[in-house]
């Protein structure tokens, strides 16, 4: 499958410890964005990489939110000190990047936190 | 700050009954409106971009429309394998900006 691809699926943990997802992106893509959905809502921008520069962060992403893409390659995403709120689906998309195609995203299957 | 809205928020239909979902939205500076598709517990899968007013585009039972102030996707016939959400989004501003703000989604479900 040439799909992207996000571990863990689940991730259950109390609040106050810090978790980790990873992405690894479509082999040929160099953007990779992070969002948030939680439910009801449609998916909420955290950040994006073109290759490995992180070019954009959404307001949403606190300082207990770290991301980071290492060679340009796969991409980590850490959150700190977990908290209820944090509890949702954090999806990963990758894309070409080529102007006027860059909102063609192709999205991960996501990882489902919940924080107890 | 950019805005979408879907309505509406949830649509039963019999299979065979055609209908349309609607976006409307508020940007500044259009780039592009997408529509998305996302069955539960999996990630949106990309349907359509348009970049203009007047634009179309379609596939299989799926038609997309936009023009200055929103976006309709048309579906007909719709079959039960056509259940999902469908998630409209926009990207704006200029430069390097790639960011996509999406509407809440609309839950369609088609009766068999």
């Known amino acids: 499958d040439t799909g992207v691809s996000q571990n863990p699926r689940h991730k259950i943990t109390k609040r106050g410890q810090n978790v980790t997802f990873r992405c690894d992106p479509i082999?040929?893509?160099?953007?990779l964005y992070w969002y948030r959905q939680t439910l009801g809502q449609g998916p909420e921008f955290l950040t994006y990489f073109q290759n490995e520069a992180q070019l954009e962060k959404s307001r949403l992403l606190s300082d207990r939110f770290s991301a980071e893409r290492p060679k340009g390659s796969f991409s980590t995403l850490e959150i700190q000190r977990t908290e209820q709120g944090d509890s949702a689906m954090y999806l990963c998309a990758s894309s070409l990047g080529a102007p006027p195609n860059t909102g063609e995203l192709f999205f991960g299957e996501g990882s489902r936190l919940t924080v107890l | 700050e950019d805005q979408v809205t879907q309505s509406p928020e949830a649509l039963r239909l019999q299979e065979g009954e055609s209908s349309s979902l609607n976006c409307s939205y508020t940007?500044?500076?259009?780039?592009?409106l997408f529509w998305y598709r996302q069955d539960p517990g999996k990630g949106p899968e990309f349907l359509f971009t348009l970049y203009s007013a007047g634009e179309e585009k379609e596939k299989e039972r799926l038609k997309a429309t936009l023009t200055k102030k929103e976006s309709f996707l048309h579906i007909t016939a719709p079959k039960p394998e056509d259940s999902a959400t469908y998630l409209c989004?926009?990207?704006?501003?200029?430069?390097?900006?790639?960011?996509?703000?999406f509407g809440k989604g609309i839950t369609l479900s088609v009766r068999p």
């Open positions: 082999s040929e893509h160099n953007r």
């Open positions: 940007v500044s500076g259009l780039r592009g």
């Open positions: 989004a926009v990207q704006a501003g200029t430069g390097a900006n790639s960011k996509l703000t």
